[in-house]
C-alpha cells in the first residue's frame, strides 16, 4: 500500500524530534525524558519512561508551527492549543494516544480528540 504523497522538506535534525500524542507539541527525545510534556505530563506521565514516551509521542508528524503567543494566536485557535505553553507544534500528527490515557481523559470529562485531523468540526 503505497499511497502518494507530496515530499515534505525536512531539517536534517527532524527526525530526531517527537510529537506529543496529545496536544501536539515537538520536542526531542531528551526533552521529553528530562521533563515530560509541558502541557500534558500530569495525563501523560512520560518523565522518566522512555517506553511511555515511545507510545504516547510519535515521529510521524508533518508541519512544525512555533507558538509563541497561544492566547492570542489564531493559529493556536484553529489548532486547538489555546492553552498551551509555547513551542514548536505539529500541524498534523499520526496516531492516538494509549487506551489508558484516553480512559484517564475520560474520567476528567476531557473528549480526545485525535490530532490527525479525522475528526473535522
Ligand atoms: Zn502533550
New binding site residues.
Given amino acids: 500500500m503505497s499511497q502518494p504523497q507530496a515530499s515534505i522538506p525536512t531539517q536534517p535534525r527532524a527526525k530526531q524530534l517527537r510529537a ?1 500524542l ?2 501536539s ?1 515537538v520536542q526531542t527525545p531528551a526533552d521529553f525524558r528530562k521533563h515530560g ?1 509541558p ?2 505530563e500530569e495525563i ?1 506521565q512520560m518523565k522518566g519512561y522512555p517506553d511511555r514516551i515511545s507510545v504516547c509521542t510519535t515521529t510521524y508528524f508533518e508541519g512544525m508551527i512555533a507558538m509563541i503567543d497561544p492566547e492570542h494566536s489564531w493559529v493556536a485557535r484553529w489548532q486547538r492549543t489555546a492553552k498551551y505553553v509555547r513551542g514548536m507544534y505539529a500541524v498534523r500528527v499520526r496516531g492516538r494516544v494509549p487506551d489508558d490515557v484516553e480512559a484517564e481523559l475520560e474520567s476528567r470529562g476531557i473528549k480526545y480528540r485525535p490530532r490527525d485531523q479525522t475528526d473535522m468540526d
Fill in positions: 506529543c496529545l496536544c507539541i510534556c502541557n500534558c501523560m
